[in-house]
């Protein structure tokens, strides 16, 4: 790691990578010290330093985007975290439930060629465990949140958005993993839950945890009219 990229910084470049990922190109300052637990004044010095480091774009009551530079960085930053959860899990047996927290940590630890050797051990695996790319891009092939597929459909879930432990301990226990491919039955009304079939069995997946859900289509995902299941209209 360069000496002069502190974790916060990096902690920093990896959050607002994650925000042009998600579509949010401008992040408020607020966000920024919301997500990193600082201060107001401190992520101002925080936001100044690296607009210094030409690591990003501020402006004080505008928001804060990456240059080329920063986003290049936290793309590194990215794939060493997400390669430490592979190591943990392939290598070590850990929970996948459990390795985010700990990628964290080692992420800022770990070198350039430390996280080559780490690469070539595991086999060049392609994603996290949660389904991302190690190489922090967008998957090659696109997908879609759960939320959105229109039964009735086979869909592959190709990741999972939230890594908290409860919430990957819940989906892990009804079996929707990377890789599980889901039968989505039915909806209810006005874009409620999905009825899906997983493992032969049937499961009310709710609105506030379908969208943290992505997918990709194998068949069907438009529009249908057919009988409700659950009798809805």
Do not use: Q
């Not at 590194?76 to 964290?104: P, Y």
Request: one cysteine or more; a neutral charge.
């Amino acid at each position: 790691m360069d000496a002069s990229l502190t974790e916060k910084i990096e902690e920093c470049l990896e959050f607002l990578y994650k925000c042009e990922k998600e579509g949010k190109n401008i992040v408020r300052m607020s966000e920024v010290s919301k997500a990193l637990e600082m201060s107001p004044s401190s992520t101002t010095s925080l936001l100044r330093k690296m607009a210094d480091m030409e690591l990003v774009l501020y402006e004080s009551y505008k928001g804060v985007r990456l240059t080329e530079k920063g986003r290049k960085i936290a793309k590194n930053v990215v794939r060493k975290h997400r390669l430490s959860e592979r190591l943990l899990t392939d290598l070590l047996g850990m929970d996948w439930a459990e390795v985010h927290e700990h990628a964290c940590r080692l992420e800022h630890a770990i070198s350039d060629k430390l996280a080559d050797i780490i690469e070539e051990k595991l086999g060049y695996p392609e994603t996290c465990p949660h389904g991302h790319p190690i190489s922090g891009d967008d998957p090659p092939v696109p997908d879609v949140p759960l939320s959105e597929v229109e039964p009735p459909a086979e869909v592959e879930v190709t990741r999972i958005m939230d890594e908290s432990p409860a919430f990957l301990r819940r989906l892990s226990s009804i079996g929707i993993l990377p890789g599980s491919v889901i039968s989505v039955e039915d909806r209810a009304p006005l874009g409620g839950a999905l009825l899906v079939r997983v493992l032969d069995t049937d499961i009310a997946i709710g609105k506030d945890v379908a969208p943290k859900i992505r997918v990709r289509l194998l068949r069907g995902g438009h529009r249908h009219r057919h009988r409700h299941r659950w009798g809805w209209k």
